[in-house]
């Protein structure tokens, strides 16, 4: 458990949960992480005279993530431990937590090295915040095979790892999902499993939790986004999985518009149903290429920039589609483009329904006429190219060079 700064009566009530735990067999560390000295008196007071607990106090804070190490380097070299997880010190941990987990390790199959469980949304005070019906539909939300992993971050907050394959890759490292960052990377070791059952209770938006920082400020949230694309993109470029898809999105003006673009068509991969394999090559066609500078200030590890001073809009295309190397490209900046991250992806999901089926004598081409659902539109003659609309990139090639661009 790290802690840093946490309201003392949550930080009671996890501590007391994880020794209160049926199995007893373990070990507990809590890593102080620069906490004040009353929360590191506190947590003494709660930890005195039970020989499975350690506190290791560190008096600079230095994140999350190097508290981790910090634990998990003490737990690796000890023979004698089998299974790790950490929790949270705002968290409440049921008397099966433990057990459950650990039974699946022990008794699955030896190429399982992740297990993880449901758990319920508590508010400030400890009360539930799901019914009947959403602790079902978030049951099923988390039964997903491990393949799905690289899009959706649907293991949560309730896990465990068997050590011997957590030992064969670094610690945490990249804050702040430094957990979803740790589970791509442990999986490309070991399969996965799951637990339908919720064996604790996560404390939503407490007040000192890292998520509910990352919630306070644009700028902060951005960090999270950046840091969220960037784990799936080094994942995929670890397994070469290649672009699926191109944005091309030329641009004049270094507007607040341009800008709430751009946030709009990052935020596709933010939001369920995440799909995120795509790269944004961002063309600057202002005289003096004055757009790069103020969109840099938005990161994206998917994002191309290219200036091309004077050029016009058709010219960029033009370039775009010339670089996008990729099965679709889709025309961004004007117009109809998809509204949400559902119709983006059905666009993208038609698509490969078409060309899985070998039409591809039909120039076919998705498109979201009303921005709330995707249709497939069959091109008839060469035309101009449809701003939000999704083409496979041959096509849109060969329209390109039909229009002499």
Not at 215 to 242: D, E, H, S, V
Not at 342 to 356: A, D, E, I, W
Request: aromatic share 12%; hydrophobic share 40%; proline share 6%.
């Amino acid at each position: 458990m790290p802690v840093y700064k946490q309201k003392p009566s949550y930080l009671r009530a996890a501590i007391r949960s994880i020794l209160a735990q049926n199995y007893r067999n373990y070990k507990f560390i809590i890593v102080v992480d620069g906490a004040p000295a009353d929360t590191v008196k506190m947590i003494r007071e709660e930890m005195q005279g039970d020989h499975r607990t350690r506190v290791i106090v560190k008096m600079r804070n230095e994140g999350v993530a190097k508290a981790l190490n910090t634990g998990f380097q003490y737990f690796l070299e000890d023979p004698e431990i089998q299974y790790l997880t950490w929790v949270s010190s705002d968290n409440i941990y049921y008397p099966t937590f433990i057990e459950k987990l650990r039974d699946v390790l022990k008794y699955g199959s030896e190429n399982i090295g992740l297990v993880y469980s449901s758990f319920r949304h508590i508010g400030s005070g400890g009360q539930s915040l799901q019914t009947e019906k959403d602790l079902i539909a978030f049951r099923e939300f988390q039964k997903q095979p491990k393949e799905n992993l690289l899009d959706v971050c649907f293991v949560g907050v309730s896990f465990m790892y068997k050590k011997q394959y957590a030992a064969n890759i670094k610690g945490y490292e990249l804050e702040p999902v430094e957990d979803y960052d740790y589970w791509l990377r442990l999986t490309e070791f070991c399969d996965i499993d799951y637990v339908p059952e919720e064996l604790m209770d996560y404390r939503k938006n407490s007040p000192l939790s890292i998520s509910a920082q990352l919630n306070r400020t644009q700028m902060q949230y951005r960090r999270w986004r950046y840091a969220f694309n960037l784990a799936k993109q080094q994942a995929r470029n670890r397994r070469g999985i290649p672009f699926e898809t191109t944005i091309v999105f030329p641009v004049s003006h270094a507007s607040d518009e341009t800008v709430k673009k751009l946030d709009t068509v990052l935020d596709i991969s933010a939001y369920p149903p995440f799909y995120s394999n795509f790269k944004l090559l961002i063309y600057d066609i202002s005289p003096t290429a004055c757009v790069i500078p103020a969109l840099k200030t938005i990161p994206d590890p998917r994002i191309t920039f290219l200036a091309r001073p004077g050029a016009n809009e058709r010219q960029a295309i033009k370039f775009g589609v010339e670089a996008a190397n990729t099965p679709y490209t889709i025309l961004f900046g004007k117009g109809n483009f998809p509204t949400s991250p559902y119709v983006f992806y059905s666009l993208v999901l038609q698509q490969r329904q078409v060309s899985n089926r070998e039409m591809l004598s039909q120039p076919l081409i998705a498109a979201s006429a009303d921005q709330h659902a995707a249709k497939l539109r069959i091109l008839l003659a060469a035309t101009e190219p449809v701003y939000g609309e999704l083409y496979r990139t041959d096509q849109l090639s060969a329209i390109i060079k039909g229009l002499g661009l």
